[in-house]
């Protein structure tokens, strides 16, 4: 069975940091494109940050560019999403995802196949 499971999340004062980390089992994403996701409440999921599974390059939302920095460690089968000078709209329920056999990051949602159930990062001002 394939999980996807994320930790890290919690509350924190803007201009703080917070690391989340996605610790994946069931099989290997070495070769897939894996990503982080958030979706605030009443908004619809938006992408964050994604790593190919072929030269690792990464991609960022707007939003978060020179804030956010995405990684993988495939020895260990876990992604992480280090986020810094976080802000009250960076709010949000932030998800692990996973693609299936593709190797490019996307924006869209639903060529992410693999999810986790998210972990809670709320930034009070």
């Known amino acids: 069975q394939v999980q996807l499971v994320e930790s890290g999340g919690g509350l924190v004062q803007a201009g703080g940091s917070l690391r989340l980390s996605c610790a994946t089992s069931?099989?290997?994403?070495?070769?897939?494109?894996m990503g982080w996701f958030r979706q605030a409440p009443g908004k619809e999921r938006e992408f964050v940050a994604g790593i190919s599974g072929s030269d690792s390059n990464m991609n960022y939302a707007d939003s978060v560019k020179g804030r956010f920095t995405v990684s993988r460690d495939n020895a260990k089968n876990t992604l992480s999403l280090q986020m810094n000078s976080l802000t009250p709209e960076d709010t949000a329920v932030y998800y692990c995802a996973a693609r299936n056999s593709g190797i490019l990051t996307t924006q869209n949602v639903n060529l992410w196949i693999f999810w986790g159930r998210g972990t809670q990062v709320t930034v009070s001002s």
């Open positions: 069931g099989r290997t994403f070495s070769g897939s494109a």
